[in-house]
């Protein structure tokens, strides 16, 4: 069934293994660097920097003033964080940076409780200045306790504007420093880009193309199991009356689905490349109908995904939405299903190269 399809950027890693594909390694390396890498973390830089504009002016506005223009800035902004959030390896690994953005999942309420103590601790917070939140636990620097602060539709015990907007601003301030600094680390003449493109002759973080490509694409497989296991699965419970909706990601903003959405849109587009990544190395292999079946994959997951009405945590409620996230989760785990039984014999990939997607 076609919805197996969905394997598409596990594929990427693929290609890098395949020893006919080597001499193309390169060029494929420095390419998902410069035409994802790179813009991705530049989009969630501008972004970041928008939404901390923002949450200062509404909070500088008076007590009445229309959060709508925040709240869409805090949307778009963490749609743009999790369309790049899978590239896990260089600048936002630097002092913890991954996880001060997002601090999820958090099993132990370690953000709620984080938050809880900074809001009743200092009685003397200013509206105007916002809070320094670089010492503060990385739980409480990011996105789930931003959306806390905010009011909106679903957050109904968002504190009074007076007491959050200090965090709130710290926090955006934050967002907007780090993301920047992120994009610098990649892109300066002694960044990491630079850094990378040494490993294709051995003298750089990696020893080679092969393992700098497949350390950047590990977070596509990573990102896919957690769409299945994490941001859908955990929500959805065994059956409906063990639904939990509260463990879905950003219930408060009621973001969860555009979330997954942004980010299956992300790995279709680290897979084509603009039309020079997995989809044309297939194609030169010979793998027209392999490179077909991918396409047709893709376009199949995000239309289901796209089909999907309303927040998820009250779609894990409603027996017809249910119905069609147990069909998105069996999507996106037949790709490693895929990547098993077609692509990695197809693509001539060494016995083993399975471990790779945590089976």
């Known amino acids: 069934m076609h919805r197996v399809i969905r394997f598409s950027v596990v594929a990427v890693l693929l290609v890098f293994h395949v020893p006919h594909a080597r001499a193309d390694n390169a060029n494929l390396l420095i390419r998902l660097i410069d035409h994802h890498v790179?813009?991705?973390?530049?989009?969630?830089?501008?972004?970041?920097?928008?939404?901390?504009?923002?949450?200062?002016?509404?909070?500088?506005?008076?007590?009445?003033?229309?959060?709508?223009?925040?709240?869409?800035?805090?949307?778009?902004?963490?749609?743009?964080?999790?369309?790049i959030a899978h590239i896990d390896v260089g600048p936002v690994r630097y002092l913890d940076r991954r996880f001060r953005i997002q601090f999820w999942p958090d099993p132990r309420g370690l953000t709620g409780r984080e938050l809880q103590l900074l809001l009743n601790t200092d009685t003397t917070f200013s509206d105007i200045l916002p809070l320094d939140m670089t010492d503060a636990s990385v739980a409480v620097q990011g996105f789930p306790a931003l959306e806390r602060l905010l009011p909106s539709p679903g957050n109904t015990d968002a504190p009074p504007k007076r007491t959050s907007c200090p965090i709130a601003r710290g926090i955006t301030q934050n967002l907007a420093s780090m993301s920047s600094d992120i994009v610098l680390d990649w892109s300066r003449p002694d960044g990491f880009r630079y850094a990378i493109e040494r490993s294709i002759d051995g003298t750089g973080p990696f020893d080679s193309a092969d393992s700098a490509l497949s350390r950047l694409m590990t977070?596509?497989?990573?990102?896919l199991q957690s769409i299945s296991d994490l941001q859908i699965s955990r929500p959805l419970g065994e059956t409906l009356a063990k639904a939990r909706p509260e463990k879905a990601e950003a219930w408060r903003s009621q973001?969860?689905?555009?979330?997954?959405?942004?980010?299956?849109?992300?790995?279709?587009?680290?897979?084509?490349?603009?039309?020079?990544?997995?989809?044309?190395?297939?194609?030169?292999?010979?793998?027209?109908e392999l490179a077909d079946l991918m396409q047709r994959a893709f376009a199949q997951t995000r239309a289901t995904a796209d089909g999907i009405d309303g927040p998820l945590s009250a779609g894990v409620r409603d027996?017809?939405?249910?119905?069609?996230?147990?069909?998105?989760?069996?999507?996106?785990?037949?790709?490693?299903?895929?990547l098993a039984t077609r692509v990695a014999p197809a693509l001539g990939v060494p016995a083993g190269f399975n471990s790779l997607d945590g089976d």
């Open 219 to 223: 977070g596509v497989l990573a990102g």
């Open 255 to 288: 973001v969860s689905l555009d979330l997954i959405r942004a980010r299956l849109g992300a790995y279709a587009d680290a897979y084509a490349l603009g039309g020079q990544g997995l989809d044309e190395a297939l194609r030169r292999a010979e793998q027209t």
């Open 38 to 83: 790179i813009p991705g973390y530049e989009g969630f830089a501008v972004a970041s920097r928008l939404l901390d504009d923002e949450v200062t002016s509404w909070c500088l506005a008076s007590r009445s003033s229309d959060p709508d223009a925040m709240i869409a800035a805090f949307k778009a902004a963490y749609a743009d964080w999790a369309r």
């Open 319 to 338: 027996p017809r939405v249910r119905d069609q996230l147990e069909t998105l989760v069996v999507e996106v785990r037949a790709v490693r299903a895929l």
